[in-house]
């Protein structure tokens, strides 16, 4: 029964490790700018359950005072990188649906994953139960925030894959509620919720690279006839013009404003001017909307 935790864990590790490679391909050919922050955060998440599984099998090859020493190591590189991941999710989760979080949310973000260190390290020197419940109630506000925005903007995503996303995330989480409550009743599941919840997650990610990359791989195949008549249609659905369509090419591709100056040999104040004149016309805020809004037209 021990070893059941590290069994599944190296499973997880397994899973989101194939993750961070679809990650890293999709990264290539996908037209969202976010596709980068889905690479460090896989990553993250590898480094998590990597030093989690490096717990579980200290715990079962050491003994003594070995045992307690990478016991306490592994537990604070694991709050470390918890909290990055929990940090991260709601910057993630809004970039994901294009809608930029304000002033207090990001605030909030912030202080939520101070106050989870705090206790977390609280909980690994004094293992009170309190902490550990507190633990979980942090993490269930963090997802529990990502899945209520991810609902509510799901609908007026455009990319069905990520819809789809959205709500298997959805699903997913109120699956695993009852995972997620019985360690803040009983601690001695807390080394099992860890690793089977990971690899719920872990396993939606897989499925949603999988089914990005064969998508994306579908549109590359498509003749460059086709995409320029999907082009023009999209410059005559929103009256852009040759140049502003210049500019939108370069803002897919990640260049800065005075990037794009420099490649279109043009002044930053006229490549400011193009970008608020293409937001005016397609009625969005910013260069993510702009992307999802524009992605159909395979730009």
């Known amino acids: 029964m021990e070893a059941v935790p590290l069994l599944l864990s190296l499973i997880a590790l397994a899973i989101v490790s194939m993750d961070l490679a679809l990650a890293i391909v999709w990264n290539r050919s996908?037209?969202?700018t976010w596709s980068r922050t889905?690479?460090?955060?896989t990553a993250t998440l590898l480094g998590a359950v990597v030093v989690f599984a490096l717990d579980q099998y200290s715990y079962l090859a050491f003994s003594g005072t070995v045992r307690y020493v990478l016991h306490y190591v592994w537990e604070l590189l694991l709050v470390a990188d918890s909290a990055f991941i929990l940090g991260m999710l709601p910057f993630f989760a809004s970039w994901i649906i294009a809608r930029p979080m304000a002033g207090y949310e990001k605030a909030l973000a912030i202080a939520f994953a101070l106050l989870y260190v705090a206790d977390s390290i609280a909980w690994i020197f004094v293992p009170m139960q309190i902490f550990s419940i507190l633990q979980y109630v942090i993490w269930m506000i963090f997802v529990t925030y990502c899945i209520?925005?991810?609902s509510?903007?799901?609908d007026t995503i455009d990319d069905k894959s990520v819809r789809t996303m959205c709500k298997t995330l959805a699903i997913i989480s109120l699956a695993m509620l009852p995972v997620i409550i019985l360690p803040?009743?009983?601690s001695q599941f807390?080394?099992?919720s860890i690793p089977i919840v990971s690899l719920a997650y872990t396993i939606a990610i897989l499925v949603f690279l999988f089914i990005a990359i064969s998508r994306s791989?579908?549109?590359t195949e498509a003749s460059p006839e086709s995409k320029e008549i999907s082009f023009a249609?999209?410059?005559d659905r929103y009256h852009i013009t040759e140049r502003e369509a210049d500019v939108v090419r370069l803002i897919k591709k990640g260049l800065t404003n005075k990037e794009i100056a420099s490649e279109l040999d043009i002044s930053v104040n006229t490549v400011n001017n193009h970008i608020a004149n293409i937001f005016a016309k397609t009625e969005v805020r910013s260069r993510i909307d702009l992307l999802n809004l524009l992605q159909e037209a395979s730009w």
Request: charged share 35%.
């Open 190 to 192: 807390r080394e099992l």
């Open 217 to 219: 791989e579908k549109k």
């Open 152 to 154: 509510r903007v799901r």
């Open 233 to 235: 249609k999209a410059m």
């Open 30 to 32: 996908a037209r969202y």
């Open 184 to 186: 803040m009743l009983f």
């Open 38 to 41: 889905c690479v460090v955060f």
């Open 148 to 150: 209520v925005i991810m």
